[in-house]
């Protein structure tokens, strides 16, 4: 799929380039999505379960979405690059 | 398309023209580089003004100051290095201040850019970062016990160490650095795509009479938009600061 995606790129046609990136942006969006809600879900349950440790869970909640973010990230550079 | 949109192209939102020192290719000096300037003076000014007159009772620009230094002492270098990181303290505060500072010119009205949004200062400070957690690795730790404790993790089995070597060597010595400044600068660049898509869809609106009716809704977008740039700033700054002290509490205590 990258190859032709590539391909598509090289042949310089504005429209086929646009989808291109629009699947590299999309593509990269899924993992990081289900992952931040992961993340975000569990933080919530631990907090409700032992209020005190909110503050520790917050912490190491906005890391784990920093790290996971990164990801569909590196995929919205990636579609401004791609030529 | 359906309301003929003209968005305009990235490089028209994120190049701006020098107005001062035209000739000159070092010192030209254009809307970036002003607010660059004017978050480090903004900073400088909180600090300096804040420290000079200390009252035992803060209040005005020393409240600003001291709750600013209280909430990276408590929120980011106790959570993360413990009272050993207290040394960073002063690097960490300012660093979290000028980002916050340059990014928050995202939403004020005349500059709307936030400054982060070009790549070069994120990855100036993604480098500082990356200097400073290997130099206290190796004051800390020797050069050769550092570089064994930051690509060797303790009980992994001998079978697959090899693969896990060169997995952490590229994760500590490229990944992490890198990561750090493409967090920050595509962070700010899709916020302010998206604010200008807004900005862009409403004035096409305005000008059409039948959809018109449309135009409040996007217009509460738009403004609900802006509120939460002001948390991704925030927040931004704060995470680009804790990661910061992640990184060098790991290299100041190796885990065992």
């Known amino acids: 799929m990258l190859h032709v995606l590539a391909a598509a790129a090289a042949d310089n046609n504005a429209g086929l380039q646009t989808i291109g990136r629009g699947i590299v942006y999309g593509a990269a969006a899924i993992g990081p999505g289900i992952g931040i809600g992961l993340v975000v879900g569990n933080a919530i349950t631990a907090m409700a379960r032992q209020p005190e440790s909110a503050g520790t869970v917050r912490t190491t909640m906005f890391l784990g979405i920093a790290f996971t973010e990164a990801l569909a990230l590196f995929g919205f550079v990636l579609a401004f690059i791609l030529k | 398309m359906l309301l003929g949109l003209d968005v305009p192209p990235i490089t028209q939102l994120t190049n701006w023209p020098a107005f001062a020192f035209k000739g000159s290719s070092t010192f030209a000096l254009n809307k970036v580089g ?80 936030p400054a982060n949004a070009r790549f070069a200062m994120p990855l100036v400070l993604a480098l500082l970062t990356y200097l400073i957690y290997n130099v206290v690795g190796v004051v800390k730790q020797g050069p050769f016990t550092y570089i064994k404790n930051s690509i ?67 217009f509460a977008l738009l403004f609900a938009l802006t509120g939460f740039e002001i948390l991704v700033s925030f927040l931004q700054a704060f995470i680009f600061t804790i990661l910061t002290a992640v990184y060098i509490g790991g290299t100041m205590h190796p885990e065992h």
């Open chain 2, 34 to 113: 002003l607010i660059y300037l004017m978050a480090m003076a903004i900073t400088l000014l909180i600090f300096i003004i804040g420290g000079s007159r200390k009252k035992l009772v803060p209040h005005g620009i020393q409240n600003v100051a001291e709750v600013g230094i209280e909430f990276v002492r408590d929120q980011i270098v106790m959570q993360t290095m413990g009272s050993d990181g207290m040394t960073f303290l002063p690097y960490l505060t300012a660093l979290f201040f000028f980002i916050f500072f340059s990014n928050i010119f995202e939403i004020i009205p005349f500059f709307q850019f």
């Open chain 2, 152 to 218: 060797v993790p303790p009980g992994v089995p001998k079978l697959i160490l090899p693969l896990v070597v060169i997995i952490e060597l590229v994760s500590h010595f490229l990944v992490k650095p890198f990561s750090l400044m493409v967090r920050l600068f595509a962070n700010m660049l899709a916020g302010h795509l998206i604010l200008a898509t807004f900005s862009v869809i409403c004035t096409a609106l305005f000008k059409k009479s039948i959809f018109v009716i449309i135009l409040p809704f996007s």
